[in-house]
């Protein structure tokens, strides 16, 4: 239970770091992006499509579609250490790790159902559905 609040908490913490949202009052025929974190519930690599569920405010939960084209950037967000210390006294030893965010490109094979992703979506003037990807990153993996 205590990972999955620390793998919840990282993933809310990336929404707000993977892309500025559309400001208040903005014109979506302007080109602007929206922003959408859930877990993933499809994948069809040949037809380049994403769906993932995401909660909206309200507990309301919506699928939203995203079509993935060549330009679209496709990542993985993970945790690895840095750098290992180790402190040693006659009493006791500690180890302390610190870590480091590594991000590695990911095709979009690899993207499984369960993981959680953060898209980016271009705004469509039309809003043609599904709307077109320009970044997606996976922050957790599912098992």
């Not at 609040?5 to 009052?25: I, K, T, Y």
């Not at 993207?111 to 970044?135: M, W, Y």
């Amino acid at each position: 239970m205590r990972s999955f609040a620390w793998l919840a908490g990282l993933g809310l913490g990336l929404v707000g770091l993977a892309a500025p949202a559309v400001p208040a009052g903005a014109d979506p025929a302007a080109g602007g992006s929206r922003t959408h974190a859930g877990s993933v519930v499809a994948v069809d690599a040949a037809a380049g499509r994403v769906v993932i569920e995401e909660m909206s405010p309200g507990t309301q939960i919506h699928r939203v579609d995203a079509q993935v084209s060549a330009d679209t950037r496709v990542i993985e967000i993970r945790r690895e250490p840095a750098e290992v210390v180790v402190t040693r006294t006659p009493q006791a030893r500690d180890v302390a790790l610190t870590y480091r965010w590594v991000e590695r490109p990911l095709g979009l094979g690899a993207i499984r159902p369960g993981d959680f992703a953060v898209v980016e979506l271009a705004e469509a003037p039309s809003g043609e559905s599904p709307a077109a990807a320009t970044r997606i990153a996976v922050t957790a993996r599912s098992r």
